[in-house]
């Protein structure tokens, strides 16, 4: 457990596109009890990974199979009855306020959107696999436990629902460089002797370059926010906000 464990969990690990997410959202609806089937998830690792994903970004069999686990999981705990003390702080979410309030009434459908949620241990971001619990402190602040994507039930945090959970970034395509800009606040991935892991930064300049057979050129130096550092990186290092916004659960 602990900052080495995370690092070692995480380092290279791609993430689903949202084309690849949409197409497992579909075959969920069509398929159901045969998705965790291996020969199945290979078939589709596969095809994936054909889709112009390179070594370093390829998808594994497993990660298939995990997300499809816990999807099916998520779909069982929402058809099966709970009861609830009527005493018991419920936390909803509601459109119209940025923030979280006790009710009696059902939490709203979230899950057609995908979160990730900022680590205490080491300032990174991380993908949420699964909302566990929540909880409303003293203070009035709201916070959430997540299971993040791919780790155990050991690496479970409470996390700030406003700071520290928000929409999925969205992995740069090669097409999609143009829709970065200087200014922008991106998810870059650093790695180091130390570790290798996603954290927030902002662009700070753009060599734009002829895209060739092998995609976009393009060199962006970008600035972290957690240790001030700069580096120059080409866009398979970068994770775009969407609409470039960080949205967080309490907006939604």
């Not at 089937?37 to 594994?60: M, Y």
Request: charged share 35%; proline share 4%.
């Amino acid at each position: 457990m602990g900052k080495p464990l995370r690092n070692q969990g995480r380092n290279l690990t791609p993430r689903f596109t949202r084309s690849e997410i949409k197409e497992m959202e579909k075959l969920l609806d069509e398929q159901r009890g045969e998705l965790v089937d291996e020969s199945f998830c290979q078939k589709l690792t596969e095809k994936f990974n054909a889709l112009g994903r390179d070594e370093s970004r390829a998808i594994k069999v497993k990660q298939v199979q995990r997300w499809f686990q816990s999807r099916l999981r998520i779909q069982v705990m929402e058809t099966t009855p709970s009861p609830v003390d009527s005493k018991e702080t419920v936390v909803v979410l509601e459109s119209s306020s940025d923030t979280l309030k006790d009710s009696d009434q059902k939490v709203p459908d979230i899950l057609e959107l995908e979160f990730e949620a900022k680590s205490s241990r080491d300032g990174a971001w991380y993908d949420v696999g699964t909302f566990l619990a929540h909880r409303v402190l003293s203070s009035g602040e709201p916070e959430v436990r997540v299971r993040f994507q791919g780790f155990g039930p050991e690496e479970d945090e409470w996390v700030h629902v406003k700071r520290a959970v928000r929409e999925r970034s969205i992995p740069l395509e090669s097409s999609e460089c143009h829709k970065v800009e200087v200014g922008d606040l991106v998810l870059c991935f650093q790695e180091n002797s130390d570790q290798a892991t996603y954290y927030d930064a902002h662009v700070l300049e753009i060599q734009r370059k002829q895209h060739d057979i092998r995609g976009c050129r393009c060199l962006f130096l970008i600035r972290y926010d957690h240790d001030q550092t700069e580096e120059r990186v080409h866009h398979a290092r970068l994770c775009r906000r969407p609409s470039n916004r960080a949205h967080n659960v309490a907006e939604m």
